[in-house]
Structure formats: structure tokens, C-alpha cells
T-cell receptor
């Protein structure tokens, strides 16, 4: 059974803190993604990685960075958390070829106070 | 800009058929996907169309017309458990990025 796990389901941080969100997949997928989901806005792509150590900005990368040192792990970093980064964060992975089947983790609901 | 348009809400009766439309305007096109998301859950993949026509998977079907930049998801024999949000998504020409619509909230009534 395919699996994408995220380090926390719920997280509360203070403004200005550095925040790390971790995502691990066990499917040997090349591509990994970080999205944020806000009501009425759907899923917006923050960053994606098409292979180890490779990363590309998505549509809303400001205030975020990522790291992919190993194929199975993709980390999202909020350098200095702000209240407007309060959101649901979803990680996904996908094999490089074929259809666009993305497998999502359960999500991390981050609240920045 | 790049955008996907889909209705925000649809309501239907149990046992009925419902169609959720999606029109897209993107710089490139590789394929159209549909995802289902229940409240509190993660999105799960439903279907993918790269070519024009209809793809059927059980009670769900998905259609694509690339010339019209249009697709739809058809749900038949609606069940209460189909109440969820449905997202259309376009994979761009480069093949890496996927752009999601804002989602359609489906309410199934008894």
C-alpha cells in the first residue's frame, strides 16, 4: 500500500519562528510536491522537486524554502513564520512518467500565532 | 495567466447523476486529472485524461475535449459517501507542475 507521511497533523508556532515540515514517501517516486490549501483557493503549489537535490519554485514560493537530500524525503521550511502562513500544508509524490497520479499525505494544519 | 474554472457547489439527490465541469486556461497542457477530497482527508486521485474522449472507472467517468479546453467528471448512482470536494487539475506541458482548480463541493441529499 502506497504511503506518504507527514511529520505532524497539527502544529502551532509563533510569529518569527523557523518551522520545518517533513514529508516521507515509500514509493520510490521521483517527483514530490508541497501545496498549501486554503478555503476557496484550492491547492496552490509552493515548491516541487523532480529528483534528489532538484527543486523548482511553484506559484507561491515567497517565505518558503525546501530541501530534498534523499529521494524519499522532501522538507518544507518556513524561514520566519508569519500569521498569513496559517494554512493546511499537503505533501504529495508522483512517479516521473505516466499519468498525473499524485499521492497525498494526510496534511499538516499549521497555525501561526 | 493560468486558471481552472469549476462550479463552487453542486447539490444532487442520492441515486442521481451529476456532472462537474471544468474549463481551463493554461500555458501548456499535458493532461486533466480529477481528485476527490472528503472533509478532513487528503485528496485522492480519481481519473486522468490525456486524450479526448471518455474514461470510465466504475461509477465515475471523466471526459476531455482539448479543442474546447474543457472536461467534466460524471458521477452516477450517487451515494451519500460521494459528498466531498472534487478538484480538477491540469498537468502542464513540461510535465512537472500541476495546477488545481478551487474545487467543487458536492452535497448529496437523501
Amino acid at each position: 500500500d502506497v504511503k506518504v507521511t507527514q511529520s505532524s497533523r497539527y502544529l502551532v508556532k509563533r510569529t518569527g519562528e523557523k518551522v520545518f515540515l517533513e514529508c516521507v514517501q515509500d514509493m520510490d517516486h521521483e517527483n514530490m510536491f508541497w501545496y498549501r490549501q486554503d478555503p476557496g483557493l484550492g491547492l496552490r503549489l509552493i515548491y516541487f522537486s523532480y529528483d534528489v537535490k532538484m527543486k523548482e519554485k511553484g506559484d507561491i514560493p515567497e517565505g518558503y524554502s525546501v530541501s530534498r537530500e534523499k529521494k524519499e524525503r522532501f522538507s518544507l521550511i518556513l524561514e520566519s513564520a508569519s500569521t498569513n502562513q496559517t494554512s493546511m500544508y499537503l505533501c504529495a509524490s508522483r512517479t516521473a512518467g505516466g499519468t498525473d497520479t499524485q499521492y497525498f499525505g494526510p496534511g499538516t494544519r499549521l497555525t501561526v500565532l | 495567466g493560468q486558471s481552472l474554472e469549476q462550479p463552487s457547489e453542486v447539490t444532487a439527490v442520492e441515486g442521481a447523476i451529476v456532472q462537474i465541469n471544468c474549463t481551463y486556461q493554461t500555458s501548456g497542457f499535458y493532461g486533466l486529472s480529477w481528485y476527490q477530497q472528503h472533509d478532513g482527508g487528503a485528496p485522492t486521485f480519481l481519473s486522468y485524461n490525456a486524450l479526448d474522449g471518455l474514461e470510465e472507472t466504475g461509477r465515475f467517468s471523466s471526459f476531455l475535449s482539448r479543442s474546447d479546453s474543457y472536461g467534466y467528471l460524471l458521477l452516477q448512482e450517487l451515494q451519500m459517501k460521494d459528498s466531498a470536494s472534487y478538484f480538477c487539475a491540469v498537468r502542464d506541458t513540461g510535465g512537472f507542475k500541476t495546477i488545481f482548480g478551487a474545487g467543487t463541493r458536492l452535497f448529496v441529499k437523501a
